[in-house]
């Protein structure tokens, strides 16, 4: 984000498949040299947008502007945009070095003369030596590698990647991560790239735009939407978190007391205007809560919350643990690193402790819109 | 214990089944194809260097029948026109066929299966009886001269339409375009979606993209269809006897008169193999050229 020109700009975009919606009232400013995250889970309406972008849906209201131009009516093939496909979309009869002259041909660039950019484009993604092979004789990641020279070589304004991770295993989609994010920085090129994956939008996003449901719930810096998650969901898809629900029971100038199982429980990080008596949900992450056995003096200075609970449940992660804690009817999770374990045994009675800052409250209504199935996704 | 774990799991030599295991499935279809293909094949091809000595077939080896076809001034002419014909026959199939099944397979989105059905359903009828409907369009007091007579544009019906190759021709398309156009059709349904994307994301306009990947990815089936059209159009016999008068004659009538009418089983062997050779060569040309059928799996 060297300077905040704006590259691409969503206006009120809608599109409706029949009845149904798939994007709703979507308003967005991509900025230049940007890498931009569409973050969802499946059928949210980010792959549509997305198409939108690349002209390969028809928006049904709304507006679609590429660099200042707008081009919400103008076909795919003249809009100065490429798309990687998650399943890469390599024509088959053509051999690499064909595939990625194929844009080149199709601006009527002469092979001869399109021959360094096709060289450039393979050593750009490390596949030099590559070019006369066909896309069945490579492996998937490699296949993805080709697909983005492919989408490089013509330096488009944007570049839009649909889950281009998405059929790889694990570890190569991490070595794919870390390289798409070096070729971005190489290339100066916007990217907006779709995922369902919260790490990895997290780990490579300059902004991440999270939506459910066709309908946009919070566009911020991966700090801004995990450390400010503007709604529920936003709260429950983007890292681990505890949800409780309470009652507000005192009202201060920028924080409130929230009754949750009988514990007084102190937030500040209000979502949402407050009045005595409303029916809350409450969020922590597990990160953020500290444990104490015997809940000595600096642990009550460190936390303005603190509670005893009970141990119902621990889960040996490798690194760390993960216990559940039991207060009435609610639980809570936390992690404790290996180290600090120390051999605690379920029904062990602890105190608990997290600080009023990390405490993020939400109006129960909204509680609608967020689900715990995102949460076994994980 | 892990160390046995470690140790063989697999005693069995893996990748190299038995001579056995390997054929077993195999042999049904090994006697079928004896039976019903190899050896009628053999038994033509050794009957075909017999010779015919007054009515009697002598069991004597040698290449007088073949000789024949090269010698008598029926034979070549006849060979040749039918070999123009169904090459003729073919390239029109693929030139209708392959719109229409562009059309049905790309273009259209409501009535697609309705459509699709409207092009196969001649096959349900009998051939012989779609020849003969033919007759009662190409007719001197046929369709075409009632309408053509109707709209004044000639005084009398023409006798031109039928009993000619033309009328050959046209049957031999009607007969053909059925399995041109599922062999195309099919090669155009396997083409992904993504890949038509792909190409109008990189900057091909609609044109483009049917020159640079529709109709390469969908060269096998305008191959096999090819294939079909040229072997179904070559050893046809029915169409010429029905509607091809004696100009509209076939290699196929004089394989058929020798066997039916002349009794020469020998000449009839022999020229049969020759044309049953020709399509050997069509169809080994044209699957080392349709090998890339393996694109889109």
């Known amino acids: 984000m060297s300077n905040q020109k704006t590259e691409i700009q969503l206006i009120n975009l809608t599109k409706k498949f029949g009845n149904i919606i798939a994007v709703q009232d979507v308003n967005l400013e991509i900025y230049h040299g940007e890498f931009f995250s569409l973050l969802g889970p499946s059928g949210c309406?980010?792959?549509?947008?997305?198409?939108?972008?690349?002209?390969?849906?028809?928006?049904?209201?709304?507006?679609?502007?590429?660099?200042?131009?707008?081009?919400?009516?103008?076909?795919?093939?003249?809009?100065?945009?490429?798309?990687?496909?998650?399943?890469?979309?390599?024509?088959?009869?053509?051999?690499?070095?064909?595939?990625?002259y194929f844009p080149l041909k199709m601006k009527k660039m002469k092979y001869s003369n399109a021959r360094s950019m096709i060289e450039e484009a393979l050593t750009l993604v490390n596949m030099t030596g590559f070019g006369k092979r066909y896309p069945q004789q490579l492996s998937g990641g490699q296949r993805q590698r080709i697909a983005l020279a492919r989408s490089l070589?013509?330096?488009?304004?944007?570049?839009?990647?649909?889950?281009?991770?998405?059929?790889?295993?694990?570890?190569?989609?991490?070595?794919?991560?870390?390289?798409?994010?070096?070729i971005q920085k190489n290339v100066d090129i916007t990217f907006i790239y779709v995922t369902h994956d919260q790490t990895e939008a997290i780990t490579m996003s300059d902004r991440i735009c999270v939506m459910k449901d066709g309908v946009i719930h919070q566009i911020g810096t991966p700090d801004e939407i995990y450390n400010f998650p503007a709604s529920p969901f936003v709260a429950s898809f983007i890292g681990d978190m505890n949800f409780l629900e309470g009652q507000v029971i005192q009202k201060g100038e920028d924080t409130i007391f929230i009754d949750i199982e009988g514990k007084h429980i102190l937030s500040s990080r209000l979502m949402g205007n407050f009045s005595l008596g409303d029916s809350v949900v409450t969020c922590v992450r597990p990160e953020k809560i500290g444990l104490d056995k015997v809940c000595r003096k600096e642990f009550q200075n460190k936390f303005e919350n603190h509670f005893q609970a009970s141990i119902h449940r621990i889960v040996f992660r490798g690194t760390d643990y993960e216990i559940t804690l039991k207060f009435g009817q609610s639980e809570i999770r936390l992690i404790e690193s290996a180290s600090e374990f120390n051999d605690k045994k379920i029904g062990d009675q602890l105190f608990i402790g997290?600080?009023?800052?990390?405490?993020?409250?939400?109006?129960?209504e909204y509680k609608k819109v967020y689900d715990y199935e995102t949460n076994l996704d994980r | 214990m892990k160390l046995t774990l470690t140790g063989n799991l697999n005693t069995k030599p893996r990748g190299k089944p038995s001579f056995f295991s390997k054929t077993k499935i195999g042999i049904p279809i090994i006697i079928w194809l004896f039976l019903l293909i190899i050896i009628p094949i053999c038994i033509m091809l050794v009957t075909s260097f017999y010779i015919k000595e007054g009515s009697v077939v002598v069991k004597k080896i040698s290449l007088k029948n073949y000789l024949e076809f090269f010698i008598n001034p029926i034979y070549l002419p006849i060979f040749?026109?039918?070999?123009?014909?169904?090459?003729?026959?073919?390239?029109?199939?693929?030139?209708?066929?392959?719109?229409?099944?562009?059309?049905?397979?790309?273009?259209?989105?409501?009535?697609?299966?309705?459509?699709?059905?409207?092009?196969?359903?001649?096959?349900?009828?009998?051939?012989?009886v779609r020849i003969v409907a033919w007759r009662t369009i190409l007719g001197r007091v046929g369709v075409l001269n009632s309408i053509l007579l109707s709209l004044k544009i000639i005084d009398e019906p023409l006798s031109i339409f039928i009993y000619s190759p033309f009328a050959v021709y046209v049957a031999l398309i009607y007969i053909a375009l059925p399995y041109v156009f599922i062999s195309i059709f099919n090669s155009l349904e396997k083409i992904p979606q993504n890949l038509l994307d792909a190409s109008a994301d990189l900057g091909a306009n609609s044109f483009n993209t049917f020159l640079h990947v529709i109709l390469p990815l969908s060269m096998p089936g305008v191959i096999s269809g090819f294939t079909l059209a040229f072997v179904i159009a070559l050893g046809d016999y029915i169409i010429p006897q029905q509607l091809g008068g004696l100009n509209g004659l076939m290699f196929g009538n004089l394989i058929v008169t020798q066997f039916g009418y002349a009794f020469n089983w020998p000449l009839g062997a022999a020229l049969g193999f020759i044309m049953f050779t020709v399509a050997v060569v069509i169809l080994l040309i044209s699957q080392k050229f349709g090998s890339s059928e393996g694109f889109l799996e």
């Open chain 1, 153 to 182: 070589v013509n330096r488009p304004r944007a570049l839009l990647l649909d889950e281009p991770l998405g059929a790889l295993d694990f570890k190569l989609r991490i070595a794919m991560q870390k390289v798409l994010k070096d």
């Open chain 2, 80 to 128: 040749f026109r039918t070999l123009l014909l169904a090459l003729l026959v073919s390239l029109t199939s693929i030139l209708l066929g392959y719109p229409l099944a562009y059309l049905v397979s790309r273009k259209v989105k409501r009535f697609r299966n309705q459509l699709y059905m409207l092009v196969i359903v001649p096959l349900w009828v009998s051939y012989l």
């Open chain 1, 354 to 364: 997290f600080r009023k800052e990390d405490v993020i409250t939400f109006l129960k």
């Open chain 1, 45 to 100: 309406g980010k792959t549509t947008t997305l198409r939108m972008i690349a002209g390969l849906e028809e928006p049904t209201e709304g507006e679609i502007y590429l660099a200042g131009e707008d081009v919400t009516y103008k076909p795919a093939h003249l809009r100065n945009v490429n798309t990687v496909f998650q399943d890469y979309a390599l024509f088959p009869h053509m051999t690499v070095a064909e595939n990625i």
